[in-house]
């Protein structure tokens, strides 16, 4: 199977420094346009799905980019953010300082921690494979989400990515199968490598 990751476009969050979170989220006027020229990208090979983060950030994202296409818009609870308890809607700044002691310990006030996402993440994969199997997805959610992806598919750790700058690109390719997904993530130590 066949997986592009797509980021959700830039919100009024994303421009005023804000950790949104598990907090909706909405586009700005910028992230609508991005949004455009992301479904632009995919007129001439459409994917045969796309799944989604029903956060409303990345919902509005799908449904700008592929809305008027006929491709299947699926939403999926378990390709939400983080949920950084406290910290949602706080400054990036705020959450930059404390991301790497939450990797495994959730945030407070009712938070995540990352490895939970990595597998909740690794569990939408496994039904992604049994579902749609030889198909091509796109998959439209969330920094947390992009950081399980390389985990999981990519060998990286993720005590190195929760520190790493956001290097935007239009989308990250993966190649699935059921047996790359299998081994729960448990501790540090899993390979890194460099993309």
Request: glycine share 10%; charged share 25%.
């Amino acid at each position: 199977m066949a997986i592009t990751y797509e980021t959700h476009s830039i919100t009024e969050d994303n421009e005023r420094g804000i950790a949104t979170g598990h907090l909706p989220g909405r586009l700005s006027a910028r992230g609508r346009e991005v949004a455009a020229e992301l479904g632009a990208r995919y007129r001439a090979e459409p994917p045969d799905a796309v799944y989604t983060s029903d956060l409303r950030r990345a919902v509005e994202t799908a449904r700008i980019a592929f809305g008027d296409t006929g491709i299947p818009v699926l939403q999926d609870p378990r390709l939400r953010e983080c949920d950084y308890g406290d910290l949602n809607g706080r400054p990036v700044a705020e959450l930059a300082k404390v991301r790497s002691a939450h990797i495994d310990r959730p945030f407070p006030g009712g938070g995540q921690s990352y490895r939970e996402v990595i597998e909740a993440t690794r569990e939408f994969l496994r039904d992604l494979v049994a579902e749609r199997d030889g198909q091509r997805v796109v998959i439209i959610a969330h920094s947390a989400n992009r950081w399980a992806l390389h985990v999981l598919l990519g060998g990286e750790a993720i005590e190195r990515l929760v520190n790493a700058p956001f290097n935007w690109q239009p989308g990250w390719h993966y190649t699935v199968t059921a047996g790359s997904i299998e081994e729960p993530v448990t501790g540090p130590g899993t390979a890194d490598s460099a993309h």
